[in-house]
T-cell receptor, first 114, second 113 residues
Framework: AQSVTQLGSHVSVSEGALVLLRCNYS??????LFWYVQYPNQGLQLLLK??????LVKGINGFEAEFKKSETSFHLTKPSAHMSDAAEYFC????????????FGKGTMLLVSP | DSGVTQTPKHLITATGQRVTLRCSPR?????VYWYQQSLDQGLQFLIQ???????AKGNILERFSAQQFPDLHSELNLSSLELGDSALYFC????????????FGEGSRLTVL
């Protein structure tokens, strides 16, 4: 069965530092992959997605993620953290063949200190 | 603003009671999803409807039911409520019923006392 694992339930960075949130997937074939962000008291919002083509995808707010098939990973990065990036981030996957529903990881809370 | 509207935003009720959560999808979206978010379980997929028909079922309890109406709004009914049902319930909608690009509402926070 397919699954998504996010390493670290909490990640703390200083403002201006690199942000790296880790996501690994498990599936029999390469899936479509997504990162969603949830700000306090709000619903989830799509940050970026990988379906096919270029393995480095850029999203909103300066975030990007790279699909690495050999490592079954889809880590999220941002060169310089901003206070407004503090939120919970969810990695998710869906199979690209046949029918399936979006499977979410357990989320990583990003804490940004001044 | 995602365009997905959920009501009520907050709901407090007692064990054994029944509640109904309502969702209006984005204009033009035929697919509606319900998710439950809790601290211990994370985001759990409950059920999906597409153009009025049930399309997929996830970890939805038998005490819970849902439907999508002809105007495409959806309701999630939770009955015989237990303390463990306290959670944030999200509705999401999408254009593509098999895609992963979902638009989420702000959620309905249910507290069962």
């Amino acid at each position: 069965a397919q699954s998504v694992t996010q390493l670290g339930s909490h990640v703390s960075v200083s403002e201006g530092a690199l942000v790296l949130l880790r996501c690994n997937y498990s599936s029999s074939v390469p899936p479509y992959l997504f990162w969603y962000v949830q700000y306090p008291n709000q619903g989830l919002q799509l940050l970026l997605k990988y379906t096919t083509g270029a393995t480095l995808v850029k999203g909103i707010n300066g975030f990007e993620a790279e699909f690495k098939k050999s490592e079954t990973s889809f880590h999220l990065t941002k060169p310089s953290a901003h206070m407004s990036d503090a939120a919970e981030y969810f990695c998710a996957m869906i199979m690209n063949s046949g029918y399936s529903t979006l499977t979410f990881g357990k989320g990583t809370m990003l804490l940004v200190s001044p | 603003d995602s365009g997905v509207t959920q009501t009520p935003k907050h709901l407090i009720t007692a064990t054994g009671q029944r509640v109904t959560l309502r969702c209006s999808p984005r204009s033009g979206d035929l697919s509606v999803y319900w998710y439950q978010q809790s601290l211990d379980q994370g985001l759990q997929f409950l059920i999906q409807y597409y153009n009025g028909e049930e399309r997929a079922k996830g970890n939805i309890l038998e005490r819970f039911s849902a439907q999508q109406f002809p105007d495409l709004h959806s309701e999630l009914n939770l009955s015989s409520l237990e303390l463990g049902d306290s959670a944030l319930y999200f509705c999401a909608s999408s254009v593509d019923p098999e895609g992963g690009e979902l638009f989420f509402g702000e959620g309905s926070r249910l507290t069962v006392l």
